[in-house]
Each structure stands twice: as C-alpha cells, then as structure tokens.
C-alpha cells in the first residue's frame, strides 16, 4: 500500500491523515439538514456545488464527542465520489508521505490502515471507505421542485422578494388572490340567504361564528359558469376592516412567488378585474386584486349597509387556531397552519438504505434537504395514490420533516367550541374539531409528540 499525500486532521489532540485524493474541497460548514431517525455518525444532509452530500461527523465515527458545528476551526471535508462529507474538528497540514516512515497495520476490521511519523507526532492513516462502511445513505440526485407554498403563518421566514398567493380554479381557468386578503377559507354553505335587488353576483348572507357575511360568486363577477360541485369553496376575504365571502370553484395551492415573475397590470387597463399575471411555468395566472373586493364592497354596501357593520373583534376572539384539513385513507385530519412551512405538489422521493418502513426518504426542496416520513405507516393505513396528492412541510425545533397526504381541503379558523381534547386513542392526536355543526369530524395532529414519539423510540 503507497500514500503519497495525506490531509492531516485533527481531533483533539489525535492527528488523523486522508489521503488527498480521496478529498474534493475543503470548505467552511455550510447549512446542514438533520436526518430525522439516521445513524448519530450522520450529521445530515447539505447541498454543496449542485450535489446533495451527506455530511458524517469524523469524530463520532472514531468514537469520540462530536463536532462542534459553530467552532471556527471545523471544517467540511467533500469526498471525490461527489455524495459524502467528513465534519472535522480542525483541519492541519497537508504533507506529503516519505515511504520509510509509514508502518502498515495489517487488521482489516480497522479503519486505520497505518501509522506515519511526521515530526514529532504519530499521525493515524484513515481508510475513508472502512471507516464509512455500515452508515451509508444512498446517494440523492438534485430534483427541480415547484416554488413552495408558504402560508400566512410562516410570513416571517419568507424573503421579501417573493409574495404569497393562493392559486384557485374558475371553469377552465386558474387565478390567484394575496394570501394578505384572506382570513379563511370555508366550505360552500348549505343556505344562503338572498338580499332582494342585489346584482347578479351577490348571492346573499350567511351566518358565520355569529356574524353576518356577505357571500359573492366571484364566478358570475369574471362571467363563468356558476354549476356547483364538492369542491367549491368560499374564501373569506377581508380589506379595511369589512369581510366578504367569494365562491370559486375550486381550491389548488398557496404558492409563493417571485416578485420577478409578476407582472402588474399599468393604471389605465381597460379590464380592472385583474391587478397583474403571474408567470408560473408554462401559463399565465391572472392576479385578484383588492380593486376587485373594493368592487363588490361597493355593490354590497348598496342599501345594505346594516349587513356589513360586522364587529371583527368578536370574530377574532371567538378563533381558537387555524388549521389545514387534509385527507388520509379518505379520513379527514387537521394540523395547526403555526406548525406548516408551506405545502407543495407530490414530487419523488428518494430513499435512504435500512430506513424504518415510517421514514420514506428525503426530497431536496430548493437546495435543502427535508426528511419525508409516513403517517400512513404510523396510523398503520393503506396509502393511497391520489391525483391531488400533496406534501405538507413542517417546522420543528432545528429541522424540518414532511409528510404526504391524498389531498388538501380547507384552511379555516377553529373556534373554541369546536374543538374537544382527545388523548384517548392516541398521544398522536390533542383534538377531535367538529365540523360542519358536527357532521364532520377530524383528529389534530400534534405533529412535535408525533416526531418525539419516534425519534425516541
């Protein structure tokens, strides 16, 4: 065996050489993903140049204390196979290696292959792919993603060059609307109460938490078609302390977007329906502005001034939370919107070797790396392929991890009354909420107890 450069490193006061041309770059700690429920040798997950490495922590794998991430000595070490990493507590010299004062050590359970005398210290010679062996993961190949979906909660870890907007469907076509205009979204409701001598678009009033609201078919507004189905829904929209509710015919994503990618409509534009197009991929999307909520307040207003002198501050005191229904094995279930970073389309996911059957892989959202786990196994359900299919991200305490769901329903406020606490069946779940006066009902993930549970176990 023949070295003729080495990387010594150190840990502690222990020198470790790695032959040089097993080591592409040498950099600085870039920002690293925790794999939830790896090896503890496994750092986690980072993209350097383009390629998703996994980052192993030299010291833990020597059976040492770990890395300290924020010192300013440690060090990424990126291997020439282009998908490992070594954390090094401190990077020494590079040397080259004289024959005569190398001792080979003839073990092939050891991941030191040899001694070196350099200087007045014994430098320990590391077989990189000995010492890795075991704690591999497999290897990630980069997947272009749709921008996210960040919701309302997560305004604060959003950059300013992007703006959040939820994506509907009217007949064929799509449009977006400022997530800052929206407080909810709610089912289409089962009686409407009509306004006589309203216009067309006006449809009447319902009864919401107590408060009167008023209810416009956007639909009619833009000269659609105004057949119902399941999947209309109302969303609630508020501008300047006044709310209205708008139906459309179906609900499709929140997205972020890059201020960019948006075009906003000159002053003059004959059609004052629209406030600008989205470019979004292979379509325009045309933009709902607050001219078009100024438009209809207006028709509402018109003798009915009464039916919209609402007291907002009753309504907000009276929101317990806000969640996302979604779908699992056709069973409805919620979790807190304080707890989703943003929600995007179902994309591949790749695995990693030896995972337990509830960890399906990971995915790399825009260059990070989220952890992807299965509730489906962890509720012990069949999962279901579903057009409609969507992937929730969550923040927890450090990293993040996701979850696949057949398909997202609604965004609403939970008021206190409907709301139960339920540990009986399950810590996984904090609250049954009642739906719909009580015709529907799903289960609250308590999505930290949920990651504890099975990080612990």
């Keep these: 065996m023949h070295f003729e450069e080495i990387l ?6 222990v020198s470790y050489g790695i032959e040089t041309a097993l080591i592409d ?24 140049s383009g390629n998703i490495v996994t980052v192993f922590d030299l010291s833990m794998l020597l059976s040492s204390d770990a890395v300290e991430l924020e010192s300013e000595h440690t060090r990424l070490l990126t291997l020439s196979n282009g998908v490992d990493a070594l954390l090094v507590s401190e990077v020494s010299d590079t040397v080259g290696v004289e024959a005569r004062d190398v001792e080979l050590i003839e073990d092939p359970q050891d991941a030191v292959i040899a001694l070196y005398k350099y200087q007045q210290e014994i430098v320990q010679i590391l ?26 909660s997560a305004v604060k870890q959003t950059q300013s060059s992007a703006e959040r907007y939820l994506f509907v469907r009217m007949s064929q076509e799509h449009y977006a609307i400022a997530i800052d205009l929206l407080k909810e979204i709610i089912a289409f409701p089962s009686e409407i109460v009509p306004i006589a001598g309203s216009r067309q678009e006006i449809l009447g009033m ?3 938490r107590e408060q009167l609201l008023m209810i416009a078919d956007l639909r ?10 399941d999947k209309n829904r109302v969303l609630v929209t508020e501008r300047e302390g006044r709310t209205l509710g708008l139906v459309v015919d179906q ?26 197009v989205i470019r979004n991929e292979d379509q325009l999307v045309s933009i709902i502005g607050a001219e078009v909520m100024d438009q209809l307040f207006s028709d509402t207003e018109q003798g009915n001034d009464a039916s919209l002198s609402m007291k907002q501050s009753k ?23 304080e707890d989703v970073v943003e929600i ?114």
């Design 206 to 208: 319902i009864s919401l």
């Design 251 to 276: 609900i499709l994503d929140i997205q972020m977007v890059e201020k960019g990618l948006i075009d906003v409509m000159p002053p003059n534009f004959a059609d004052q329906k629209i406030s600008g």
């Design 344 to 457: 995007i389309d179902w994309m591949p996911v790749t695995p990693f070797v030896d995972a337990p059957l509830y960890v399906h892989g990971v995915i790399n959202i825009r260059g990070q790396v989220v952890t992807v786990v299965s509730i489906y196994e962890w509720l012990g359900k069949p999962q279901r392929a579903s057009a409609e299919q969507k992937i929730v991200v969550c923040q927890m305490k450090g990293y993040r991890i996701a979850f696949c769901v057949e398909s997202v329903s609604d965004v609403m406020g939970i008021s206190k009354t409907q709301l139960r606490e339920e540990r009986e069946h399950s810590t996984f779940f904090s609250h049954v909420i009642y739906l719909d006066g009580g015709k529907r009902l799903a289960l609250l993930f308590d999505i930290h107890q949920l990651s504890h549970e099975k990080v612990a176990a």
């Design 8 to 13: 010594i490193v150190k840990d502690g006061s």
């Design 127 to 152: 077989d990189i792919h000995q010492l890795l062996s075991g704690v591999k993961i497999r290897s990630f190949v980069p997947i272009e993603v749709r921008e996210g979906y960040a919701l309302r």
């Design 220 to 229: 009619r507004f833009f000269g659609f078609d105004d057949r119902l189905s």
């Design 25 to 48: 770059q040498i950099l600085r700690v870039p920002f690293v993903t925790p794999v939830v429920l790896s090896s503890p040798n496994i750092v986690g997950l980072s993209a350097v």
């Design 315 to 337: 309504v907000e005191r009276d929101i317990a939370m806000e969640v996302i229904i979604f779908k699992l094995d056709q069973e409805e279930y919620a979790i807190s919107i």
